[in-house]
């Protein structure tokens, strides 16, 4: 490998990562979470919640 595609494989492994620990999230519904987390804090900031 050339010096160009060393400095890519860094990259690329944590893309891979980053999409796999995307998917774990969507799999265990914690998308769901964070977003009834930030509807509360929302309704604090303006005094409702």
Same mark, same amino acid.
């Given at each position: 490998?050339?010096?160009?595609?060393?400095?890519?494989?860094?990259?690329? #492994?944590? #893309?891979?990562?980053?999409?796999?620990?995307?998917?774990?999230? #969507?799999?265990?519904?914690?998308?769901?979470?964070?977003?009834?987390?930030?509807?509360?804090?929302?309704?604090?900031?303006?005094?409702?919640?």
């Amino acid at each position: 490998m050339n010096k160009q595609a060393q400095s890519r494989v860094p990259a690329i #492994l944590a #893309l891979i990562a980053a999409a796999a620990m995307i998917i774990v999230g #969507l799999l265990r519904s914690e998308h769901l979470v964070v977003l009834q987390k930030a509807v509360n804090i929302c309704l604090e900031c303006i005094g409702i919640g």
